[in-house]
């Protein structure tokens, strides 16, 4: 069997209900779910993804900001002491920093095919260690409970981390697990390699992964 053969090959999840028992069966694509890892790639991509979260507010004053007037501390000469010019200047005590941090961007240019490889690279590691999970929904009924989404957690991922990517519009579900600590939400079309990587395990909920799948599909389409 050749590489592109094993690259290209499809895996099957078990489709759970809200109770955590076995209603079906979800196909996760070859083409998103198993690709190649690119190691290298994905921790570009990452680092670059932290790097545009930096604020980069950070600000020093320089002598010409600083507090104090002009003058020279003691006179030129007759004191013994090195000649100084200014209160302001780095070297004394409330003075100016010297190339200090100034507000700046850290943001990285990622070409988009980049970042789209690094997330399928992510999920498709995820996968082949059967770490994606697949819901009809996470809440029983229209009322939101925190508690049936913990029994369900218990069920198939009793893990420290886990990410829970859901479509934008299902409000009960996202009401009902936003307050797990242990639990990180995220919409379908938000799903990014480092969030993925954080965590140990994902859950998509039907809805969800059928508009994430719907959504990669069309872009290899138009790439192709």
Do not use: C, W
Request: charged fraction near 25%; hydrophobic fraction near 40%; avoid cysteine.
């Amino acid at each position: 069997m050749s590489t592109s053969e094993i690259v290209l090959e499809d895996q099957t999840v078990d489709l759970l209900d809200a109770k955590g028992k076995k209603s079906g069966t979800v196909v996760l694509p070859g083409a998103l779910f198993n690709v190649q890892t690119n190691v290298p790639l994905i921790h570009q991509v990452v680092v670059a993804q932290l790097a545009a979260a930096r604020q980069g507010t950070h600000k020093t004053k320089r002598r010409g900001e600083v507090s104090g007037a002009g003058r020279k501390p003691f006179k030129q000469k007759g004191t013994g002491r090195a000649r100084q010019g200014s209160i302001r200047a780095p070297q004394m005590t409330g003075g100016g920093i010297v190339h200090g941090p100034t507000p700046r961007s850290y943001d990285q240019r990622t070409p988009k095919k980049m970042i789209a490889a690094a997330l399928l690279g992510s999920l498709s590691d995820r996968a082949r260690g059967r770490r994606v999970h697949v819901v009809e929904s996470m809440a029983q009924g229209e009322t939101p409970s925190t508690k049936n989404v913990i029994e369900l957690l218990t069920l198939i991922a009793n893990s420290k981390h886990v990410l829970i990517v859901l479509e934008r519009d299902d409000v009960v579900s996202a009401k009902s697990v936003r307050n797990i600590p242990t639990v990180h939400v995220l919409p379908a079309d938000q799903l990014n390699a480092y969030d993925v990587l954080v965590s140990d395990d994902i859950i998509f909920t039907k809805a969800a992964f059928e508009s994430f799948v719907a959504s990669k599909s069309k872009k290899e389409e138009a790439a192709a």
